[in-house]
């Protein structure tokens, strides 16, 4: 099993190298892992850790995968409909500043993945491999995402009942899979359940203004390249 821990740099190369000399060509990149409402921490180079997990780490690992992806290649980018309630001061990422609220700074991660993606096909619209980012989200899944959230005793208090309504894990999966795998589907696209708790339909979901916002996708990414020292370039 190859393990990465996209909290720290070293691990993100290690693994990188590794999944290479395993699986020299790529197709689908699922930038999937994520921690959610955590209480404060950062990352080992120093960034808080869920802007730093949830988008710093995909980009850095994005950064070294992309020269071997093939042609018509996707990358999944995970987000949530939390996003909706983000918000990313470009001044302060880290909440050096402004005081850390542990669901804000979720929503700021979850924004970053869907302002990566619109840069990322900006930028690549023209490759020669038609590589495209693609943004999906589970709706509400019963994952152990929420095991770790500040408030987890409340949680863990109604997690049986939750696990009764909400959709499972597997069914959380389908939109991020069709994303994958749709033959129609297209850059910039955001796969998730027809409704917040619906099993079956699968569309296009809404996305916030600040996703759309051009300046907002520049100055991320622009802070991206600084933070990694990497730039995405598919070779
Ligand atoms: N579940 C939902 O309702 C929901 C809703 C909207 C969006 N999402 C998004 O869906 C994605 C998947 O979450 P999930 O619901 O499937 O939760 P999950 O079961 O907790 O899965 C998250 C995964 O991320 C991994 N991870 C956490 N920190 C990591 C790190 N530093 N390095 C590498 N991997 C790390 C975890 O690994 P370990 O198990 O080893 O810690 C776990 O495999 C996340 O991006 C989340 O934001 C979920």
Redesign the pocket.
């Known amino acids: 099993m190859l393990?990465?821990?996209?909290?720290?740099f070293a691990?993100i190369e290690t693994f990188a190298h590794a999944i290479l000399s395993e699986y020299p060509k790529i197709d689908v990149l699922f930038?999937?892992?994520?921690?959610?409402a955590i209480p404060y921490a950062t990352?080992q180079e120093g960034f808080e850790?869920q802007l730093?997990?949830?988008h710093i780490?995909h980009f850095k690992l994005t950064a070294l995968l992309i020269p071997h992806f093939n042609p018509s290649a996707r990358i999944i980018n995970?987000?949530?409909?939390?996003h909706m309630n983000g918000t990313l001061d470009l001044k302060d990422p880290f909440f050096n500043a402004q005081p850390y609220h542990s669901f804000k700074a979720?929503a700021q991660?979850?924004l970053a993945?869907l302002l990566f993606t619109h840069e990322f096909n900006d930028r690549m619209k023209h490759n020669d491999k038609h590589i495209i980012a693609i943004s999906a989200?589970?709706?509400?899944?019963?994952?152990?995402?929420?095991?770790?959230v500040e408030t987890s005793s409340f949680m863990k208090w109604m997690k049986p009942l939750f696990g009764k309504i909400?959709p499972s894990?597997k069914q959380?999966?389908k939109p991020?899979i069709m994303a994958a795998l749709h033959p129609q589907a297209q850059a910039n696209d955001f796969f998730g359940p027809g409704s917040f708790f619906s099993k079956e339909e699968i569309k296009t979901s809404k996305m916030s203004a600040l996703a759309k916002d051009n300046s907002l996708q520049k100055g991320l990414w622009a802070l991206s390249e600084q933070w990694t020292q990497h730039t995405i370039k598919e070779n």
Do not use: E, R
Request: aromatic content about 4%.
């Open positions: 393990v990465c821990d996209l909290s720290s691990s930038n999937n892992a994520g921690v959610m990352t850790m730093g997990v949830n780490g995970v987000s949530s409909m939390a979720y991660s979850k993945n989200h589970p709706g509400i899944a019963m994952t152990s995402l929420f095991d770790k909400i894990a959380g999966a991020l």
